[in-house]
Nanobody
Framework: QVQLVESGGGLVQAGGSLTLSCAASGGTFSRFAMGWFRQAPGKEREFVAGIHRSGGSTYYADSVKGRFTISRDNAKNTVGLQMYSLKPEDTAVYYC???????????????????WGQGTQVTVSS
């Protein structure tokens, strides 16, 4: 059983930056593609970014492309999300998710992920 714990959320002004981190335990981290999702109040959870299990490929939602950077450290069992030029519409609970598959590929559907963290709140004030 894989456990995921997010940290780093908080309150930031528009235009600011924030870095989220997700620590994994209970499994072989390098076997999992990792994703970040977010859910704003009254909205469905959406894909934000993902990274192949090797770290060799990354994927982003159009809304965050060029502003967010996902990375992973397989030696430390962590995945991070650096967020720059934050906007009020980035306000949401951010979730880390792990996906085990044959090829370690990223998918944007939350149904493709077997393990989830509890989420961390990010609030961007205008």
């Amino acid at each position: 059983q894989v456990q995921l714990v997010e940290s780093g959320g908080g309150l930031v002004q528009a235009g600011g930056s924030l870095t989220l981190s997700c620590a994994a335990s209970g499994g072989t981290f390098s076997r999992f593609a990792m994703g970040w999702f977010r859910q704003a109040p009254g909205k469905e959870r959406e894909f934000v970014a993902g990274i192949h299990r090797s770290g060799g490929s990354t994927y982003y939602a159009d809304s965050v492309k060029g502003r967010f950077t996902i990375s992973r450290d397989n030696a430390k069992n962590t995945v991070g999300l650096q967020m720059y030029s934050l906007k009020p519409e980035d306000t949401a609970v951010y979730y880390c998710a792990a996906r085990q598959s044959v090829f370690g590929a990223v998918v944007s559907s939350e149904d493709g992920y077997q393990y989830w963290g509890q989420g961390t709140q990010v609030t961007v004030s205008s």
